[in-house]
């Protein structure tokens, strides 16, 4: 089975432009989670969806970012305008639903570089 | 205070050795727990759920101490490719899942 799909793999953005990541979860999947990881700040939950609705998204920092889950297979992370303190390795996760437990499956991540 | 914390180490131990990690989480309603492991540069991998019982996989060993509130990792026999960061993870209702700093193992031949 395939596992969870980020693309890309990296980006390069110059301060003030826009940057969409994209994600698509393991098939089955009713849970789908973005996390921002930094060496100061470790790994932090952003936002998650269940059956393509946001559940909880305390966690995004401000305005400039949003995320949408338009089906059950897709998911983008949009940063606008983006700015350097926005550099970050960002991973999606997606799980299943089974009871408490919530064991989560990670993408590869997408390294993005603000200059 | 942080709402999951671990010694970030590193703890350098030698092959064979057996290392224990703990962590502690600070919600006493906190209702799942794991351990992942992270590899430089790459993405958190689930190394296995914690269960009241404690569990086992192999070489590793999970408990769980809801009076004191932490959880451990026991790494029996290390292995070179045991080299990596340990997350420990603590879900708290609602599927919103906590991760701590992470603890960096080095396992030395």
């Known amino acids: 089975d395939a596992g969870v799909i980020q693309s890309p793999r990296h980006e390069v953005t110059e301060m003030g432009q826009e940057v969409t990541l994209r994600c698509k979860p393991i098939s089955g999947h009713d849970y789908l989670f973005w996390y921002r990881q930094t060496m100061m700040r470790g790994l932090e939950l952003l936002i998650y969806?269940?059956?393509?609705?946001?559940?909880?998204d305390s966690g995004m920092p401000e305005d400039r970012f949003s995320a949408k889950m338009p089906n059950a297979s897709f998911s983008t992370l949009k940063i606008q305008p983006s700015e350097p303190r926005d550099s970050a390795v960002y991973f999606c996760a997606s799980s299943r639903t089974s009871g408490v437990i919530n064991e989560q499956y990670f993408g590869p991540g997408t390294r993005l570089t603000v200059t | 205070r942080k709402e999951v914390e671990q010694d970030p180490g590193p703890f350098n131990v030698p092959e064979g050795a057996t290392v224990a990690f703990n962590c502690t989480y600070s919600n006493s309603a906190s209702q799942s727990f794991f351990w992942y492991r992270q590899d430089c540069r790459k993405e958190p991998k689930l190394l296995m759920s914690v269960y009241s019982s404690g569990n086992e996989d192999g070489r590793f060993t999970a408990q769980l101490n809801r009076a004191s509130q932490y959880i451990s990792l026991l790494i029996r026999d290390s292995k070179l490719s045991d080299s990596a960061t340990y997350l420990c993870?603590?879900?708290?209702?609602?599927?919103?899942?906590?991760f701590g700093a992470g603890t960096r193992l080095f396992v030395k031949a």
């Open positions: 993870a603590v879900g708290n209702g609602g599927f919103k899942t906590i």
């Open positions: 969806f269940n059956n393509n609705v946001p559940i909880d």
